[in-house]
C-alpha cells in the first residue's frame, strides 16, 4: 500500500507570491492533517480534515487555508508569502479520527 | 505555544546502552504518541498510549506515562546506529481529533 504523498517535495517562492500543497493520504484513509515543522516553532497543527469538513484548524493567519477533497486528497494554500512561512510542510493521514498518523515526507517550502 | 517539553534536548550515547527520554504536558489528555524523525524527513509512528494505560511495550521500545504528574517517558533498548534520530512526544487533548500538541523532540545520536 502506498504511503502518504506530498507534492511538491521542495519550492522555492518569493514574498508575497501564493503556494499550493498537495496530499495523497493512504488509500482507504479520510483524515488528513497538516503540520508545519520550523527550527525556531517546532511542528505546529495547522489544520485537520475528515470527510470533506474542516475539523478543527490551528492558530495560524487566514493566509494559510485548506480544503479536502471527495477522494480524501488535500490542498493547503498560503497567500502572501512572508520569510517566517519557509517551513518543511507535513501532512499525515489516519483512518480515523484517533489513533496513530502517518506522516508524508514533507513539502520543504524556502520564501526569498 | 507547544504542549510538552521534552528532556533531555539532546543525547548521545554508545550502540548497545539504554536511551531514555522524557516529555511533560500541561493539560489533560486523550492519549500521548512518540514519533521518530530521521534528519528533515516525515515522522513516523512508534507507540501510542492511552490515559488510562500506565505502561506499553513495542519491541525494544517502552513507553510510561504517569498522567498523575503529567509526564511519558520513551525507553529504547539495545539501541543501534539506525536508531539516530529525533524523537518527539505529541499529546492529543480532544477524543476523536487528530489535532496533536508536540513536544521539541530529543535528538538522540547512537555512537558506533
Known amino acids: 500500500k502506498a504511503g502518504v504523498t506530498q507534492t511538491p517535495r521542495y519550492l522555492i517562492k518569493t514574498r508575497g507570491q501564493q503556494v499550493t500543497l498537495s496530499c495523497s493520504p493512504i488509500?482507504?484513509?479520510?483524515?488528513v492533517s497538516w503540520y508545519q515543522q520550523t527550527p525556531g516553532q517546532g511542528l505546529q497543527f495547522l489544520f485537520e480534515y475528515f470527510s470533506e469538513t474542516q475539523r478543527n484548524k490551528g492558530n495560524f493567519p487566514g493566509r494559510f487555508s485548506g480544503r479536502q477533497f471527495s477522494n480524501s486528497r488535500s490542498e493547503m494554500n498560503v497567500s502572501t508569502l512572508e520569510l517566517g512561512d519557509s517551513a518543511l510542510y507535513l501532512c499525515?493521514?489516519?483512518?480515523?479520527?484517533?489513533?496513530?498518523?502517518?506522516f508524508g515526507e514533507g513539502s520543504r517550502l524556502t520564501v526569498l | 505555544s507547544q504542549q510538552g517539553e521534552e528532556d533531555p534536548q539532546a543525547l548521545s550515547i554508545q550502540e548497545g546502552e539504554n536511551a531514555t527520554m522524557n516529555c511533560s504536558y500541561k493539560?489533560?489528555?486523550?492519549?500521548l504518541q512518540w514519533y521518530r524523525q530521521n534528519s528533515g524527513r516525515g515522522l513516523v509512528h512508534l507507540i501510542l498510549i492511552r490515559s488510562n494505560e500506565r505502561e506499553k511495550h513495542s519491541g525494544r521500545l517502552r513507553v510510561t506515562l504517569d498522567t498523575s504528574k503529567k509526564s511519558s517517558s520513551l525507553l529504547i533498548t539495545a539501541s543501534r546506529a539506525a536508531d539516530t534520530a529525533s524523537y518527539f512526544c505529541?499529546?492529543?487533548?480532544?477524543?476523536?481529533?487528530?489535532?496533536?500538541?508536540f513536544g521539541q523532540g530529543t535528538r538522540l545520536t547512537i555512537n558506533p
Open positions: 499525515a493521514s489516519s483512518v480515523n479520527l484517533a489513533g496513530e498518523l502517518f
Open positions: 505529541a499529546t492529543a487533548l480532544i477524543q476523536g481529533a487528530q489535532k496533536l500538541v
Open positions: 488509500s482507504g484513509h479520510r483524515s
Open positions: 493539560t489533560s489528555i486523550n492519549n
